[in-house]
């Protein structure tokens, strides 16, 4: 029973500690498949100048967002965003520089130095901000930054549980399934922290924007990879909680040694 569960505890655990890492750091690099994780993705491409500017303009004399070097959509990460143009085409991203605050003017100014087109569209996007997302902006950064933490906390545990599960190989102590036991529990509420206030702000805040969508034309859409990556390696954290419950205490022997047990020595 015992060979199940500690290599299904192994191998569960080291595929969900891989996942995690790549949900971690997803779009701080413009490489594959790296820019194609992201929490989500704000979507400016069909912003409405006309609206914002309380002015008629026709389509016509609406300059495109490419033309105007502005992306259209910023795919957000944890700790840094990638850029892509009007057709998705991802371009460029930014440098790990701490956990990512949602702030959609400051997505424009932090690249675009001195551009007076840019701080146009950054001060348009700041009026479009709605209400009920301005007042509550403080506790949806706090939420990421509390998924971003204990995303980490959930890599570090999964990391110790694997180097614990391989000692568990060669050595039996009651003690060493317990602490098993609790790296597993651990790295379960951990990541499950860190998905579910994920999960939950930018479904609060996608929803914001959905009902100003027509006014404004900014939306904002969660990232299916990320979170597949982030659910499933949740999904595993509990499986290996699951292994380690059915891993028994009562043989005194290691466990490789029950695999391989010495030849007696023939004189």
């Known amino acids: 029973m015992n060979v199940l569960t500690l290599f299904g505890s192994f ?157 568990r190989w060669l050595v039996h102590r009651p003690f060493i399934n317990l602490v098993g036991r609790v790296l597993a529990l651990l790295s379960f509420l951990s990541m499950g922290i860190s998905a579910g206030t994920s999960t939950g702000t930018y479904v609060l805040i996608k929803n914001i924007l959905k009902d100003n969508y027509k006014e404004y034309g900014i939306k904002l859409t969660l990232g299916r990879n990320f979170y597949a990556l982030l659910w499933a390696s949740v999904v595993g954290c509990l499986a290996n909680f699951v292994f380690w419950i059915f891993t028994r205490q009562n043989n005194n022997r290691p466990f490789l040694m029950r695999q391989f047990p010495t030849a007696p020595i023939v004189e």
Not at 14 to 43: E, H, K
Not at 143 to 159: K, P, Y
């Open 11 to 167: 191998f569960i655990t080291l595929f969900s500690f891989i996942l995690a890492i790549l949900v971690c750091f997803g779009s701080t690099t413009n490489d594959s498949p790296l820019n194609r994780i992201y929490a989500a993705q704000l979507d400016i491409s069909n912003i409405n100048f006309s609206t914002l500017l309380n002015i008629d303009i026709p389509k016509s004399g609406i300059p495109s967002l490419d033309n105007l070097d502005v992306p259209s959509y910023f795919n957000l990460g944890i700790w840094s965003y990638c850029m892509a143009n009007s057709e998705k085409k991802i371009y460029q991203c930014t440098k790990p520089a701490g956990i990512r605050d949602f702030n959609l003017q400051r997505l424009l100014e932090d690249n675009f130095d001195n551009n007076e087109v840019t701080q146009l569209v950054g001060s348009i996007i700041q009026m479009a901000i709605p209400k009920d997302l301005k007042d509550d902006m403080d506790l949806y950064n706090s939420l990421m930054r509390c998924m971003a933490v204990t995303l980490v906390i959930g890599i570090a545990l999964m990391g110790l549980a694997v180097i614990v599960n391989v000692i």
